[in-house]
């Protein structure tokens, strides 16, 4: 691995515990303007000096980031279907390995959707991303999505698409949590995140799926939708960190929460 493709790594794992927290900001890439990611920018101001990388696509990063905003960045470069298509698999590269070079970001990121109609595609897309990447050390994270087939969230489809990713040289797999997660890490060669997914019914639920990844191996988190359609954004976010890098229990965890949200409660009811 050249020292480049090093160096950007290591801005993604910055505190010292080998883990990682991305806030995960790329839904409108498909999703359009998903619920409380209406106003990127209002939503991803506050949040971005807690997450070690934010996870977004160009558009929002050129319109909704200041260009000296210091977290490292996760360009979404994969694109090319909406949530009104049945099939959203149909994807390909939206912006080449210049932009990304030119936009200083710290890795790219694309989906792959294995077991779809566009499976081959997709795949195809990683291997040239991995070529182009290692040319001029940028790492690559394949996504495993599973898009709207929910029911292949098993640790069979989740493990067969995680070792895909890495087999074809994927730098950084991010996927879903899962029952027998242990699996999915144990046969991934390369660090994994997990996404969490849509919003929890709680904050209390996404924690602990955070601990359980965490504990089973993961080396970190890229979450959005349970961060930012929090009541508590930055506290949530907060609390994700003790688990991540402190290794910090659940209700450790909540403790965390509930102080940082007292403490902003406080704040908004004194000015
Ligand atoms: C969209 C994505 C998201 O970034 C990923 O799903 C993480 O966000 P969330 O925690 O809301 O699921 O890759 O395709």
Redesign the pocket.
Do not use: C, E
């Given at each position: 691995m050249s020292w480049g493709l090093q160096n950007r790594i290591s801005r993604m794992f910055p505190t010292g515990s080998g883990h990682t927290v991305m806030l995960?900001?790329?839904?409108g890439?498909?999703?359009g303007p998903t619920r409380r990611l209406e106003n990127a920018r209002n939503t991803i101001a506050p949040l971005a000096p807690y997450a070690d990388a934010l996870?977004l696509t160009r558009g929002i990063l050129r319109t909704s980031v200041p260009a000296d905003c210091p977290t490292p960045i996760v360009l979404?470069v994969s694109g090319g279907a909406t949530i009104l298509q049945e099939d959203l698999s149909d994807e390909t590269i939206t912006t080449p390995m210049a932009e990304a070079l030119r936009l200083n970001v710290s890795a790219v990121?694309l989906?792959v959707f294995v077991g779809s109609p566009h499976e081959h595609q997709t795949l195809a897309s990683l291997a040239d991303l991995v070529s182009d990447g290692e040319e001029v050390g940028m790492p690559v994270m394949a996504?495993t999505?599973v898009g709207k087939e929910l029911e292949k969230r098993d640790a069979r489809y989740l493990s067969l698409a995680c070792r895909v990713s890495a087999e074809l040289g994927a730098h950084l797999v991010?996927t879903?949590y899962c029952d027998g997660f242990e699996k999915v890490v144990e046969a991934c060669p390369v660090p994994l995140v997990v996404?969490?997914?849509?919003?929890l019914e709680n904050d209390r639920q996404a924690l602990e799926l955070a601990y359980s990844a965490i504990s089973l191996g993961a080396k970190g988190i890229?979450?959005?939708?349970?961060?930012w359609q929090s009541d508590h954004p930055v506290a949530m976010l907060k609390a994700l960190r003790a688990i991540v890098h402190e290794k910090a229990s659940v209700d450790d965890a909540l403790d965390v929460l509930n102080g940082e949200k007292n403490r902003r409660l406080a704040r908004a009811a004194a000015t």
């Open positions: 995960a900001v790329d839904h890439y498909f999703m996870a979404r990121a989906s996504i999505a991010k879903y996404a969490g997914g849509p919003k890229d979450m959005g939708r349970n961060i």
